[in-house]
């Protein structure tokens, strides 16, 4: 018995169709690689990022209450933790002791300033009294002694010595009230500046007081935007000092870090749109455009950054951080974005 010959494959009418088909579709499906890698440069190096606020207390107290529970959403101004006011009160209460003292030194120093500036003006209308009266008691002695001169007879001595000695009497007088009015004038000045110390001392006390009530309202640690409480790690009976981290709050405007290598950079600009995908709902298409991209790469602000100053060293493609921006967040409680989810990103260059 003898084999039949075996046809040949180009003979076989639906192996060549099946092959020419495929050699199509991978024609056709290189084809659009190459046109989609023209017009698309993609990551999947890109994570879920967020400007996350640190909470933190501006002064030290022990915790009494804590008003959140972890994950909670919050809004701006809502209390988050409660310090133990009492000695913040017992300062406010001594600031304002010192306040209401500092008000009675200020109307003091008033009233003295009003006395000293009533005994300065005495003290110059006494002045002008003793010149007056310095005035006429020498024109006098020079008048008896103009006559007593033409005619002895006309005035006595005892006339003429006694207006001398009235003369010489009313130029001390005059002397004396010029002195007095210079030690008036002095204390008018002293009663000034003890006003003006009293002035500083009482804006001291209410600088006091306001520095006294900011710090019993700093003893509730509130939200300053709304956002999601994180990494709560206060609890009441903690003893907390200024600049502790007591949680992190966590905004809904989140963005993408995408870095992408620096031989993808050429053709990327912002504005370009985005295609998002997040690792964790597949499902999920959304849209985003390019808003920055980072002036260095990214290990350029490592804590050690590479120094190729030897002669041996390999030539490493670097990745530099892009920024891009949702054009709309889901508002799905179900599927919320947080920060460090993957991501995988297609930029449309073309």
Same mark, same amino acid.
């Given at each position: ?20 088909? &495929?050699?199509? &579709? ?63 009160? *017992? ?34 209308? *006494? ?6 009266? &310095?005035? *006429?008691? &020498? ?15 006309? +005035? ?5 010595? *006694? ?8 130029? @001390?007088?005059?002397?004396?009230? %010029?002195?007095?009015?210079? @030690? ?22 209410? @600088? ?18 709304? =956002? ?14 200024? =600049? ?35 690792? @964790? ?29 030897? =002669?041996?060293? +390999? ?20 599927? %919320? ?7 995988? +990103?297609?930029?449309? +260059?073309?």
């Amino acid at each position: 018995m003898t084999d039949k010959p075996r046809r040949r494959w180009y003979r076989r009418p639906l192996l060549a169709g099946t092959l020419m088909l &495929a050699i199509i &579709a991978g024609a056709i499906g290189g084809v659009l690689l190459w046109r989609h890698s023209r017009s698309h440069e993609s990551t999947n190096d890109a994570y879920i990022d967020v400007v996350s606020e640190h909470v933190s207390p501006r002064i030290a107290g022990q915790v009494i209450r804590v008003l959140v529970n972890d994950n909670q959403d919050v809004k701006a101004g809502q209390p988050l933790v409660e310090l133990d006011p009492a000695d913040y009160q *017992n300062q406010l209460a001594q600031a304002v002791a010192e306040h209401s003292r500092a008000e009675a030194q200020l109307s003091q120093t008033k009233a003295q300033q009003a006395i000293a500036e009533a005994q300065l003006e005495q003290a110059r209308a *006494n002045v002008a009294a003793a010149e007056a009266n &310095a005035s *006429n008691t &020498a024109s006098d002695w020079r008048r008896y002694e103009q006559l007593r001169k033409e005619d002895a007879d006309a +005035v006595s001595q005892q006339q003429l010595d *006694n207006t001398a000695a009235a003369a010489k009497n009313a130029a @001390a007088q005059l002397e004396a009230a %010029r002195k007095a009015a210079g @030690a008036a004038q002095a204390q008018v000045l002293q009663a000034r500046s003890q006003m003006e110390a009293a002035q500083a001392g009482l804006q001291g006390a209410a @600088a006091q007081v306001e520095q006294a009530r900011r710090n019993v309202s700093y003893t509730k640690v509130q939200a300053s935007l709304d =956002g999601r409480v994180a990494t709560k790690t206060v609890a009441v009976g903690n003893y907390v000092q200024p =600049g502790a981290q007591l949680m992190a709050l966590v905004p809904p405007q989140v963005y993408v870090t995408a870095n992408f290598k620096e031989t993808q950079l050429a053709r990327v600009r912002p504005g370009q749109p985005v295609e998002i995908r997040v690792d @964790a709902y597949p499902d999920l298409k959304l849209r985003g455009h390019i808003d920055s991209i980072q002036p260095a790469a990214g290990q350029a602000f490592s804590v050690l950054p590479a120094q190729n100053a030897t =002669g041996n060293w +390999v030539k490493i493609v670097q990745r530099v951080p892009v920024k891009i921006v949702f054009e709309e967040i889901p508002n799905d409680p179900e599927r %919320r974005l947080g920060p460090g989810m993957s991501v995988e +990103v297609r930029v449309l +260059v073309r």
